[in-house]
């Protein structure tokens, strides 16, 4: 499995309706990906400024398949265009570990 977390600051745009709106039109497009586990932006409760993202994707081929598609390209050129920056992104190998492995 691979989880993506990534983060964005809204804090210097007058309006975040329409950062959110376009996040959440990019999250619902992407669960229905071939290969998307879960895809996920929310507001961070500590820093309301703040957009967090959790994907969790099949493999590398889903992701890499994902990240290839124009309508993806585009998310992150609106949202680069409307904040300012690119998403702070990080990526990782997971496997899942039961609560019984941990005791």
Do not use: K, N
């Not at 585009?74 to 990782?92: D, H, K, N, S």
Request: proline share 5%; glycine share 2%; charged share 25%.
């Amino acid at each position: 499995m691979i989880i993506i977390t990534a983060s964005i600051s809204t804090l210097f745009v007058a309006s975040s309706d329409e950062i959110i709106a376009l996040c959440a039109e990019h999250s619902a497009r992407s669960r229905a990906e071939p290969g998307c586990i879960s895809h996920h932006i929310h507001v961070d409760c500590e820093d309301p400024t703040r957009l967090f993202y959790h994907e969790q994707w099949q493999d590398e081929a889903a992701v890499a398949a994902h990240f290839a598609l124009p309508e993806s390209r585009e998310f992150v050129r609106r949202l680069t265009a409307l904040v300012g920056e690119r998403p702070e992104m990080q990526i990782y190998r997971a496997d899942p570990v039961s609560m019984a492995d941990l005791s």
